[in-house]
């Protein structure tokens, strides 16, 4: 059987077993530690720059020049691409105005859980949306409408994103729990929320890369 463009299991195997390369992003993208979110901004930036370094485990020999150096060079990116990031982020704040309506009606408050949850979500999908354009870009002008793709594969597999995330938090406690002999504290649960979140759209956007590629 042919190898596939990218394959996203050796992708995950290699972050999984560089948890000190992941955290040195992170102080690299939040030097004065100015932020305690496991989702925000800087933190999903350094996971995407790790995901990028994760990708020469899984990529095609033959595609590994195109994308070599494109950790390094995804915050410039970001920041070039900023417009392009912050009128997705508009766009998605309405789609958010329309699910708390439906979900509540005109008058109803939304749980600041959910609000928070689908904020979260906004950004994750605006980040991804960056990752996945760089990406394509990096490949050349033969994968033009690769990130379109790969958004459309997420977009169609929103359920089980949910589900892996799902699992991934209780996992996360579970091992947490047995390491403190105690339940987790309601911050606990929220921290893991959030960390499974930034890796659970992390992993579908490498499996969305990888299937972009792959139907090409």
Known sequence: MARPP????????????????????????????AEDS???DPAVRAHLRFAAEGLRAGIAPELADRIAGMADDLDE??????????????????????EEHLLYGAD???????HAALERRMRLGAW????????ESRLGPEYDGLAESALQWSKDH???LAAAILHMHHR???AMERVTGHPATEEERDQSSQL???????RQTIAAAAYALEAR
């Open 172 to 174: 996360q406690l579970t």
């Open 158 to 160: 929103e359920r089980d």
């Open 77 to 98: 990116w970001f920041d070039a691409d900023a417009e392009v990031f912050e009128s997705q982020i508009e766009r998605a704040r309405g789609a958010i105005a329309l």
């Open 6 to 33: 990218l394959d996203p299991e050796p992708v995950a195997a290699w972050m999984q077993a560089n948890p000190m390369r992941l955290r040195e992003l992170l102080r690299e993208e939040d030097p004065d530690d």
């Open 108 to 114: 109803g408050e939304t749980e600041p859980a959910i």
């Open 128 to 135: 991804s949306r960056l990752f996945l354009r760089c990406l």
């Open 196 to 202: 499974a979140a930034v890796t659970g759209h992390v």
């Open 38 to 40: 496991p989702a925000a």
